[in-house]
């Protein structure tokens, strides 16, 4: 397969398949992450199969020494931005979305909106209210679109439900 056409990603997708042990997984570690009043970001990279995303893998920031994160902040530094955009690479992978915490409600701040790990339109953020404290679903989250120039469009509840499937055979 040419390198052009194994990584043209569609803007679209019909819908991303999340894995229940891949999304489980994250809501813990980002819990844990919670525990201790700090912001946690991961990043799910995956595969794709037709017009659908396929997310294969959960990326931790906090995996990498160079993070830093604080209440009310989180940073991804250049270099551990690079590492896991090779990491990716290595795996025949894209980066679909990065999921991260707030310490209250969900929201798209300045800082989210303009330093991405991605910019590419149709990028998702996904953003977790009350470090992850009592959330069970991705219903309870905020996702936000990329569409370009540092903005973004937060999918409606019910588009949510449309655009991801949690699966149990993952």
């Not at 009043?37 to 396929?54: D, Q, R």
């Not at 551990?80 to 701040?109: M, V, W, Y």
Request: proline share 4%.
């Amino acid at each position: 397969m040419d390198g052009k056409k194994m990584h043209k990603i569609p803007k679209k997708f019909d819908y991303i398949e999340i894995p229940q042990s891949i999304f489980n997984q994250t809501l813990k570690q980002l819990q844990q992450v919670g525990e201790d009043y700090k912001e946690g970001i991961a990043y799910w990279s995956g595969v794709l199969n037709n017009n659908n995303g396929v997310i294969k893998n959960v990326i931790f920031a906090d995996d990498y020494p160079e993070f830093h994160n604080e209440s009310y902040f989180a940073n991804v530094s250049l270099e551990t931005s690079f590492k896991i955009g090779e990491k990716i690479h290595q795996r025949n992978e894209f980066l679909f979305a990065q999921i991260h915490t707030h310490p209250s409600d969900a929201f798209h701040s300045f800082v989210d909106d303009n330093y991405p790990i991605s910019h590419r339109i149709g990028f998702l953020s996904i953003v977790i209210p009350n470090f992850g404290k009592n959330i069970y679903l991705l219903q309870q989250c905020k996702i936000f679109e990329y569409k370009a120039k540092a903005k973004r469009n937060e999918l409606k509840e019910k588009y949510v439900s449309k655009k991801f499937k949690v699966i149990e055979n993952g």
